[in-house]
């Protein structure tokens, strides 16, 4: 049940990601044979596997993991407050192993929770960890868990309620739940070009960032519970 998550033992998180190449032709030419393979099926009828290369970060096997922030809830004088703190690199094994210390630390009851978690983040952050010859935290290790020792929390699959063809936006669940939200200036679609092109980490951050304190502020409305003032979210350097 819900209402008996405590809020301390919950940890918000997001990730953002970025091909492993600028362009398609950065590929080895066996790399670009299997990212046919793999987006075959994926592509318009007139689409190559050049064009949908811009694509290629939501995929492990072929991006890179450039942030991750962590949204931590703690109580001061009854209110709830938020604490975000972000791991970004270019260096994709500097921020896993930062992540990774981190959870270390951590009870074994700590509890990890992002929106579409459990399609993306969390798998993507065990595949990447994988390939970097990183050990897989046991918060976010699945194998030979039974379902109810698996502490993850995912909030599009909340909203779902049991309908699996249903996909809600992030951002529609703030619009629709009246969420004061960051104001962004790019999405999803856009973060390999500025990562590539515009090398800029820091805007990059921000947005990830903004998506942990939205996804904060949604899981309290699912627990029918005020949302946080924004003088009590602080961003931790």
């Keep these: 049940m819900l209402k008996d998550i405590k809020l301390n033992n919950v940890f918000i998180i997001d990730i953002e990601t970025v091909p492993q190449k600028e362009k398609f032709e950065e590929l080895p030419p066996h790399l670009r044979e299997l990212w046919d393979q793999k987006s075959r099926y994926q592509r318009k009828e007139d689409q190559t596997a050049n064009e949908f290369y811009e694509k290629a970060g939501i995929w492990a096997e072929f991006g890179k ?38 959870l270390n630390k951590q009870s074994k009851n700590l509890q990890l929770c992002a929106h579409n978690g459990k399609e993306f983040d969390f798998p993507y952050l065990c595949r990447r960890m994988l390939i970097n010859g990183l050990p897989i935290p046991s918060h976010l290790e699945i194998a030979g868990k039974k379902p109810w020792e698996i502490n993850h929390i995912d909030t599009m699959e909340l909203w779902k309620f049991g309908d699996y063809k249903n996909f809600t936006s992030l951002n529609l669940l703030a619009a629709i739940f009246d969420l004061p939200t960051p104001k962004n200036d790019i ?44 003088e009590n979210i602080t961003l931790v350097k």
């Design 65 to 102: 993991i450039v942030c991750i922030s962590i949204g931590i809830y703690h109580l001061e004088s009854k209110e709830v407050h938020l604490r975000v703190r972000s791991f970004a690199h270019d260096d994709e094994k500097v921020i896993l192993k930062e992540l990774i210390s981190l």
């Design 187 to 230: 999405d999803g679609s856009k973060v390999k070009n500025v990562y590539y092109q515009d090398k800029d980490l820091a805007r990059i951050e921000k947005y990830c960032q903004n998506d942990v304190i939205t996804t904060a502020q949604l899981f309290l409305r699912f627990k029918g519970l005020p949302i946080i003032t924004q």
